[in-house]
């Protein structure tokens, strides 16, 4: 059997110990915390958790320059606690979830914020403002059996060195045994998938030359620095 091309390399997460995690796929988390959720013009006490997608070419490691998208004026920052599945299930009881956890990393969700929000106010799908080559922004994996499951702790953002966002992850209105249980009555999860589990309150825009840090207790940071468009 003769390939039409040579199809694409996976997409590859470094894991603190040295190891690597293949990503299969990105979901995200939609208004988790509540202060969030009003910032956004929403009532965080009347919907359940809800989920949009991404793909997992949108990753890229820290340390890297990301560059200011297409299509946008409103390019969003957004700190994230990120959750690696490492064990398959569907269905899986909130009291079991953890178990399906294979370790926790530091990440951002950009956003170009303009698109989301035109989306947002036609009905239609938020993929454009969301799903954006280099927009998923992954710190180092840290296994379960080094750093514990975190229910509790510091999340940060500065940008050139400035706190825009700061909050505990006590603070999620879902935590993450509950994200699990619920995405996996919707889906199949599998080893190699990730969870964004939602941003607090602070977002705000970025311009080329500005670098994020996102920092969350326990973890490493994530670190980029936007660069101009891409030609």
Known sequence: MTMVFDPSAPTLAQVSDGRIFPVRRIFCVGRNYA?????MGRDPDREPPFFFTKWAETIVPSDVEVAYPSATANFHYEAELVVAIGLEGRDIPVETALDHVFGYATGLDMTRRDLQLKARAEG???DTGKNVEQSSPL???HPVAECGHLSTG???LTVNGEVKQS???ADLIWPVADIIAFLSGL???LPGDLIYTGTPAGVGPVVPGDEIDVRIDGLTPTRIRIAEPAR
Do not use: T
């Not at 202060?35 to 910032?39: C, L």
């Open 167 to 169: 909050a505990d992850l």
């Open 124 to 126: 239609r799908p938020w």
């Open 35 to 39: 202060e969030h959720a009003r910032e």
């Open 154 to 156: 510091a999340i940060s």
């Open 139 to 141: 710190g180092l994996l």
């Open 187 to 189: 889906y199949r999860l």
